[in-house]
């Protein structure tokens, strides 16, 4: 009855049967990997994975470029923008160069279709959060599309933005609504992305005129642009530029603030520079100008100076900041610099009393003035300075200081231990700094990267309990703070070390869809060394195939091909067939198979003795008007039928080659020998080819004089076969050997 209903018969004692495979990830019935189910399991559904997490709206991006490419009818526009809008309303939008290259293509899209009453595709407010998140956030390589996708929101938002903000003109006296709004926003993003040039000529050219008529706001902003251009090429590492910034700001009558003179200081104290971070800190201010702008430059400065060995300088710009009584931030700056010159935690903490007193009796006379004391960012100061010198011993010392002082650790902080305790491999050490820091878990970039280089370092390790990882892995997801690549594929590689492929593959679908083409390669190379790993079961190594096929579809073909080998080196060409077939089968032109995908199939199945492959194979090399048949390609088919037992077609393929334009290589008449060895009368033709070598004089090496011999033993002429290795020295230079 199976057979009659086309359903196949298994009998479960059968000795040879196919191992058992986990199910596999490809939808529909599989051949190699039948479904297992136990008697208590059998009336249960089998365990589905969960669908692709793709961010909002970006199915419709992507088919909107694939409509592009291909010709076929577009999606409407209102449907384009609001696939926009909801790409962007995300809590947390996914804004790499992959990404924002999808956006910009439709907006241009949206441009080119205009709404029939003029009116824009995306409202007003849209745009502005679109523009808003991309201040907000920094891709981690490139930025080009960013900065292209900032200036065409810039013009829709310039069209609109006098009539929708009409109530903001009377806030400015000298610039319009969007010189004084808008422009500040496109000066930072550009800056953020790297055209601080771009951006510096903008304003330049809008604020580069003198004006005394200037309301205070409009002197703020002015004041902002020029130390957000400064603070970008100091971003860049570009000097030139950043000189001629200063140069240009004169010219524009701008005056020289704290703010840009605090950027140029921190500038080229970071760089070491010390004598030009000397001449700019002594560069004067307006007398208006409360210096504020210039505290965050304090700390680096001090510190070169004492790493440099410039103690005197330092001692006088310390001496100065004491001169009246100095602000938290530039107190800072003074523990930083004792730290710098070698005084120790006690001596800081007789500083921080001295300091404390200091304020309470300024405070006495003034009671208006703010209360005065370390926090943790004080200590966080002091922490980070001793990471930095690789001193974990002093930065121990400062936490205690500060929780003698009742200050104890933030975030900040913690991140700072896990970072440098993974730094030298303290992953205990790491572990137990992020249980401090578990509860006070931020979106800061800084925070996540660390969590994310523990929980790899935890599973490398391969001794820590599973529901420890997952449990911080839980946490961040809780937090919707997103895995980076390697995580992601450390963690699918660790489920399925464990036997957990679905698991893997939840995981891979709920994560794998928001990072970019290169971000998506760190995960599948994670998952095709856990494929070649020696250690990995056949079981294992197919699940994870498929797993990659199915989650990473644009694997290119020279990815694959190892793949493809590995399953040969496994004895599995049955698996490898799979391989070879869903290249076969794609319409990629980066994916399908070409000669070498022959070759290495050919080869594969030659090794292994498959010949039921081997024919499939064949066929499809028989219809594949993109494969040019060579000597290379006829070598490896005729290897395969020799090796499958088809020496018949393995000679009729070397008299092809024997006919063919470009003829035989060396490869080919050792192959041929091996083709003689199980042929009727082989040793004839062997024979026949050898007498048209010596004919021809074609230098004989080891490898044909070795096949050679092959044929002729194999064919039970072992005189003249033991003639040959006796006469092997003489004739040909080559000692016999064991394999001879």
């Known amino acids: 009855m199976p057979i009659i209903a086309d359903t196949p018969l298994v009998w479960r004692g059968c000795a040879q049967r196919t191992p058992r495979l986990r199910t596999s990830f490809q939808h529909g019935t599989h051949a190699i990997a039948p479904q297992r189910r136990t008697f208590f399991g059998m009336f249960k559904s089998p365990r589905k994975i969960k669908p692709a997490e793709v961010p909002a709206g970006f199915e419709v991006l992507g088919g909107l470029i694939e409509a592009q490419r291909d010709g076929l009818r577009l999606p409407p526009p209102s449907k384009v923008a609001e696939a926009v809008s909801a790409f962007f309303l995300q809590n947390k939008a996914d804004l790499e160069d992959f990404h924002v290259k999808n956006v910009l293509n439709a907006l241009r899209y949206l441009l080119e279709n205009p709404k029939e009453d003029g009116q824009p595709w995306i409202p007003f407010k849209s745009l502005n959060k679109m523009m808003v998140k991309l201040d907000r956030y920094q891709p981690e390589t490139g930025g080009k599309p960013h900065k292209i996708l900032a200036k065409l929101l810039d013009a829709e938002i310039g069209k609109v933005i006098e009539k929708e903000l009409d109530n903001a003109k009377k806030d400015f006296k000298t610039l319009t609504v969007y010189e004084g709004l808008q422009l500040p926003k496109l000066v930072r993003v550009l800056c953020t992305y790297g055209a601080s040039q771009e951006a510096r000529d903008l304003i330049y050219k809008t604020f580069g005129t003198p004006s005394d008529e200037r309301t205070e706001r409009e002197v703020l902003i002015v004041r902002n642009v020029w130390k957000t251009v400064a603070a970008g090429f100091a971003k860049e590492g570009n000097t030139p530029e950043l000189l001629k910034t200063t140069q240009m700001m004169q010219d524009a009558s701008a005056t020289f603030t704290s703010e840009v003179k605090g950027v140029l200081v921190k500038y080229f104290a970071e760089r070491n520079d ?258 070649q790993d020696g250690q990995t079961s056949t079981t294992d190594a197919w699940d994870a195939y498929q797993m990659l096929r199915n989650a990473f579809p644009e694997t290119p073909r020279s990815d694959r091909i190892p793949l493809m080998k590995e399953f040969f080196a496994r004895k599995r060409s049955d698996m490898a067939c799979h391989v070879f077939f869903h290249m076969r089968n794609s319409i990629e032109e980066n994916i399908a198979a070409d000669k070498e995908v022959y070759v290495v199939a050919f080869t594969g199945f030659a090794r292994n003795g498959d010949a039921e492959s081997l024919e499939l194979a064949s066929n499809q090399l028989k219809i594949d008007l993109n494969v040019e048949m060579d000597t290379q390609l006829r070598n490896a088919l005729m290897l395969a039928y020799a090796a499958t037992g088809s020496d018949k077609r393995a000679m009729a393929m070397w008299a092809e080659i024997g006919s063919s334009k470009e003829g035989p290589s060396y490869n080919s008449i050792a192959i041929a020998f091996r083709a003689c060895e199980g042929t009727h009368y082989g040793e004839r033709h062997a024979k026949s080819i050898w007498q048209r070598l010596k004919e021809m004089d074609v230098d004989i090496d080891k490898q044909i004089f070795t096949a050679y011999v092959s044929a002729i033993a194999r064919n039970h002429h072992h005189d003249d076969a033991l003639a040959l290795i006796e006469a092997a020295e003489e004739e040909y230079g080559f000692t016999p050997d064991f394999y001879m």
């Open 274 to 531: 010390l004598e030009q971070a000397k001449y700019w800190y002594s560069k004067t201010i307006p007398e208006t100008d409360d210096g504020r702008g210039l505290r965050d430059a304090l700390g680096p400065l001090l510190t070169t100076c004492a790493l440099s060995g410039d103690t005197v300088f330092g001692q006088k710009v310390v001496a100065s900041l004491l001169q009246k009584m100095p602000d938290k931030e530039t107190w800072d700056a003074i523990f930083l610099w004792s730290a710098a010159i070698g005084k120790g935690a006690d001596e800081i903490d007789r500083m921080m009393n001295v300091m404390v007193r200091r304020n309470a009796e300024e405070r006495q006379q003034k009671p208006e003035l703010p209360v005065v004391q370390p926090d943790i960012s004080t200590i966080n100061l002091l922490v980070e300075f001793a990471m930095s010198k690789q001193d974990s011993y002093s930065a121990e010392r400062f936490v205690v200081l500060g929780e003698k002082r009742g200050i104890y650790p933030d975030e900040k902080t913690y991140t700072m231990q896990m970072r440098y305790r993974l730094s030298i491999n303290d992953v205990d050490g790491a572990r137990a700094a992020y249980y401090g820091l578990q509860g006070q878990i931020s979106e800061d970039s800084e925070c996540i990267e660390a969590i994310n280089r523990l929980i790899q370092a935890l599973c490398q390790l391969q001794q820590h309990h599973f529901d420890d990882i997952m449990a911080i892995v839980d946490d961040l997801h809780e937090k919707n703070a997103q895995l980076t690549p390697e995580t992601v594929a450390t963690l699918c590689v660790l489920h399925l070390r464990r036997g957990e492929p679905h698991d893997a593959g939840d995981l891979l679908n709920m994560h794998a869809h928001h990072f970019s083409p290169a971000q998506r390669v760190v995960i599948r190379k994670g998952l095709a060394s856990f494929i």
